[in-house]
Each structure stands twice: as structure tokens, then as C-alpha cells.
């Protein structure tokens, strides 16, 4: 059965830090571009980040960018997204989610999602 778990998450003060992971199993992981999106109650949901197969290219939202990073690791089957200089409209459920035909292309799996909050 194929899965996306994810990781990391919880509540930091503004202009903390944090990392998800998104670890995958019981597919060909390195076929697949990941990407990380958040929903934040009330809004629609944002897709913040992806990388494609190789690791090779990445892109971020205007919102994100300079301080989110996304990597992976393919001997380890995982995606990572380091997060800096957190600010209160980070918040938001994060999830991962898998893509067959690179970073423009339809999402196939999910992650299941883990909770960020960035509140003093």
C-alpha cells in the first residue's frame, strides 16, 4: 500500500524554525516530483514548494520564498521542508503529496498532514 508520512510540525514563535519530512514507501519514490502545500482555515489551499525527481529543480511560492527550502533524499526515500523566519500566516496544515509526471503535473498520493502554528 503506498504511503506518504509525514513528520516534524508543532508550534514555534514567530521567526522560529522548523522541518517537515514527507517519507515515502512501497513505491518508486525517485519517480516522483514531491510537493508541499498548506491550507489554513478558512482559505484555499496553496501549493508552497516542489522538487522534481532528480532534485535537480525546485520551485517556491512568492510567499515562501528565501525562507522555506525544500530537499531530498532519495537513498532514504524522503522529502524535507526546512522552514525559517516562521511568521503568523505560515499557519497552517502541511501536506506532502506525490507527482508522476514532474512538478506541473497532477498529485497521485498525499501525506496526511501535520499542524503548524506560529503564535507568540
Known amino acids: 500500500q503506498v504511503q506518504l508520512v509525514q513528520s516534524g510540525g508543532g508550534s514555534v514563535p514567530p521567526g522560529g524554525s522548523l522541518r517537515l519530512s514527507c517519507a515515502a514507501s512501497e513505491f518508486t519514490f525517485d519517480y516522483y516530483a514531491i510537493k508541499w502545500f498548506r491550507q489554513a482555515p478558512g482559505k484555499e489551499r496553496e501549493e508552497v514548494s516542489c522538487?522534481?525527481?532528480?532534485?535537480?529543480?525546485?520551485n517556491y511560492a512568492d510567499s515562501v520564498k528565501g525562507r522555506f527550502t525544500i530537499s531530498r533524499d532519495n537513498s532514504k526515500n524522503t522529502v524535507y521542508l526546512q522552514m525559517e523566519r516562521l511568521k503568523p500566516e505560515d499557519t497552517a496544515v502541511y501536506f506532502c503529496?506525490?507527482?508522476?509526471?514532474?512538478?506541473?503535473?497532477?498529485?497521485?498520493?498525499w501525506g496526511q498532514g501535520t499542524q503548524v502554528t506560529v503564535s507568540s
Open positions: 522538487i522534481i525527481s532528480s532534485g535537480g529543480d525546485r
Open positions: 503529496a506525490a507527482a508522476g509526471s514532474g512538478c506541473s503535473g497532477p498529485v497521485t498520493y
